[in-house]
């Protein structure tokens, strides 16, 4: 069965850190390019940021650029996105995404997703 699987939200304070990880199952994230979306109440989905399947090409949504990083592991079949200076409207559920061959913006777009993790910035 092809799973992916999101992990590492939490409740953090504004200008901390959360790192989540977008792990693989049932096959390799090798072939897929990689998009990390999120969706707070009451709106749509959008994009954050996305990576190639060689990871040489990444892209970022104009309200994370600077403070998000998205990488992968080919070793370990996960991809992460790092969060810093994590502010409020960040809060969100987030979601991974695989699909081939490229990045893209449009969530309809992406083929497998996986059940969402929940990140909460508060004080």
């Known amino acids: 069965q092809l799973q992916l699987v999101e992990s590492g939200g939490g409740l953090v304070q504004p200008g901390g850190s959360l790192r989540l990880s977008c792990a693989a199952s049932g096959f390799t994230l090798d072939d897929y390019a990689i998009g990390w979306f999120r969706q707070a109440p009451g709106k749509e989905r959008e994009g954050v940021s996305c990576?190639?399947?060689?990871?040489?090409?990444?892209n970022y949504a104009d309200s994370v650029k600077g403070r998000f990083t998205i990488s992968r592991d080919y070793a370990k079949n996960t991809v992460y996105l790092q969060m810093n200076s994590l502010k409020p409207e960040d809060t969100a559920i987030y979601y991974c995404a695989a699909r081939y061959p490229g990045c893209v913006p449009r969530p309809g777009d992406y083929y497998y997703w996986g059940q969402g993790t929940q990140v909460t910035v508060s004080s």
């Open positions: 990576i190639s399947r060689n990871g040489g090409s990444t």
